[in-house]
């Protein structure tokens, strides 16, 4: 289980995956977005935006595999 949101993993291998914190674009509060990168056929990139404040949410889904 991989703990995000906290310090890197020493010696982990480190996913494409990007995450950092900017505004909420619903409510202003400071949300997680995210930048996810999927080989789906194609790189796919998906951007995500996650908010503990108001419960918005875009994109991709982190929680699902
Ligand atoms: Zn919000």
């Known amino acids: 289980m991989i703990a995000y949101g906290g310090c890197t993993e020493p010696g ?3 996913p494409a995956d990007e995450r950092w914190e900017a505004s909420c674009p619903r409510c202003g509060e400071p949300a997680e977005h995210g930048r996810v990168e999927r080989a789906e ?3 796919n990139i998906y951007r995500t935006v996650a908010c503990d404040h108001c419960g ?3 994109g991709f889904d982190w929680l699902s595999p």
């Open 12 to 14: 982990g291998m480190e």
């Open 41 to 43: 056929g194609s790189l």
């Open 56 to 58: 918005h949410h875009e």
